[in-house]
């Protein structure tokens, strides 16, 4: 799903409803990537599990998007199964390699800008995003107990893990359990955009905290997206985001290989915050 790094470059092919993952290739130390830096990345669709977005006849799990602006309401309906991509580091044989930060102690965190054990933050715009699950088969009520792993690339475009070949580099990767509200917020940095996708966050479903331990029990995985309005203006605005400004201005939601068919589902609400960072909140729906 996301591409390139400063080391090398996958080669994904499409297929189905997004694009299927295609077969990487052996890929050797060398060969590891970030998600940074290739002008035709691609992500494919993980089809295991794929359920469709059918609304629900009553559901208070409403969210609103701005995407280009316009204000979008959505009904209660199943979010769009979406890629893992080649770095979701979650036990899977992405890109070849099983690394899988579920099983390391300490994954449990709400503050994901450090690896874990370690003080040192990576750098960006500080950004909170709170995550609200609800069920679609119980009238979009919450679901509480329920997991949640997330993960996104740092401001200049790179996946931890794999772009040092390092599971012990493990920053901006993180689970939560949902309190009783559904709710969970993640403490991070806003995503930088790498070439050939727009910005986005990563996100696994799994029942309980014990089952998200490798990505064979997860239930749903999907992506988050932005308004590309204020995260242009974020970028502009700080100069480690500086590829982004470039990568942004050469991509749209239409021509983007993940979100091209819609992002009615996955379009956070996001807002400046008094202290000089940003929020975000979204509602996303699973047939539980």
Same mark, same amino acid.
């Given at each position: 799903?996301?591409?390139?790094?400063? %080391?090398?470059?996958?080669?994904?092919?499409?297929?189905?409803?997004?694009?299927?993952?295609?077969?990487?290739?052996?890929?050797?130390?060398?060969?590891?990537?970030?998600?940074?830096?290739?002008?035709?990345?691609?992500?494919? &669709?993980?089809?295991?599990?794929?359920?469709?977005?059918?609304?629900?006849?009553?559901? $208070?799990?409403?969210?609103?998007? *701005?995407?280009?602006?316009?204000?979008? *309401?959505?009904?209660?309906?199943?979010?769009?199964?979406? &890629?893992?991509? +080649?770095?979701?580091?979650?036990?899977?044989?992405?890109?070849?390699?099983?690394?899988?930060?579920?099983?390391?102690?300490? %994954? #449990?965190?709400?503050?994901?800008? /450090?690896?874990?054990?370690?003080? /040192?933050?990576?750098?960006?715009? +500080?950004?909170?995003? $709170?995550? &609200?699950?609800?069920?679609?088969?119980?009238?979009?009520?919450?679901?509480?107990?329920?997991?949640?792993?997330?993960?996104?690339?740092?401001?200049?475009?790179?996946? @931890?893990?794999?772009?040092?070949?390092?599971?012990?580099?493990?920053?901006?990767?993180?689970?939560?359990?949902?309190?009783?509200?559904?709710?969970?917020?993640? $403490?991070?940095?806003?995503?930088?955009?790498?070439?050939?996708?727009? +910005?986005?966050?990563?996100?696994? #479903?799994?029942?309980?905290?014990?089952?998200?331990?490798?990505?064979?029990?997860? %239930?749903?995985?999907?992506?988050?997206?932005? +308004?590309?309005?204020?995260? @242009?203006?974020?970028?502009?605005?700080?100069?480690?985001?500086?590829?982004? #400004?470039?990568?942004?201005?050469?991509?749209?939601?239409?021509?983007?290989? #993940?979100?091209?068919?819609?992002?009615?589902?996955?379009?956070?609400?996001?807002?400046?915050?008094?202290?000089?960072?940003?929020?975000?909140?979204?509602?996303?729906?699973? !047939? !539980?």
């Amino acid at each position: 799903m996301d591409r390139t790094t400063d %080391i090398a470059a996958t080669v994904q092919a499409p297929a189905n409803r997004r694009f299927a993952l295609n077969a990487l290739g052996s890929l050797g130390v060398a060969t590891l990537l970030g998600c940074g830096g290739g002008s035709s990345d691609s992500e494919s &669709t993980d089809t295991s599990g794929t359920t469709t977005g059918t609304t629900t006849s009553t559901g $208070t799990g409403t969210t609103t998007g *701005t995407g280009t602006g316009t204000t979008t *309401t959505n009904t209660c309906a199943v979010v769009p199964e979406e &890629t893992a991509g +080649p770095y979701p580091a979650d036990g899977s044989n992405a890109s070849n390699n099983s690394y899988n930060v579920l099983a390391l102690s300490g %994954i #449990v965190r709400s503050d994901i800008r /450090t690896s874990i054990g370690s003080s /040192t933050q990576v750098s960006g715009v +500080p950004f909170t995003i $709170t995550i &609200t699950l609800t069920n679609t088969n119980a009238n979009c009520a919450a679901l509480s107990g329920y997991a949640i792993y997330l993960w996104h690339c740092t401001q200049d475009g790179n996946y @931890s893990v794999y772009s040092s070949n390092n599971i012990a580099d493990n920053y901006l990767r993180g689970v939560q359990a949902t309190d009783a509200n559904g709710t969970v917020t993640f $403490t991070t940095i806003v995503p930088g955009c790498y070439a050939g996708r727009m +910005p986005h966050m990563h996100l696994e #479903v799994y029942r309980s905290l014990a089952a998200a331990s490798n990505a064979s029990n997860k %239930i749903k995985t999907t992506q988050l997206a932005f +308004p590309t309005a204020l995260l @242009s203006s974020i970028y502009n605005a700080n100069s480690g985001y500086s590829a982004s #400004v470039r990568n942004l201005a050469s991509i749209t939601f239409a021509t983007d290989n #993940v979100f091209s068919d819609g992002t009615a589902l996955e379009m956070t609400t996001m807002q400046a915050n008094s202290g000089g960072g940003y929020s975000a909140h979204i509602t996303i729906s699973v !047939a !539980a």
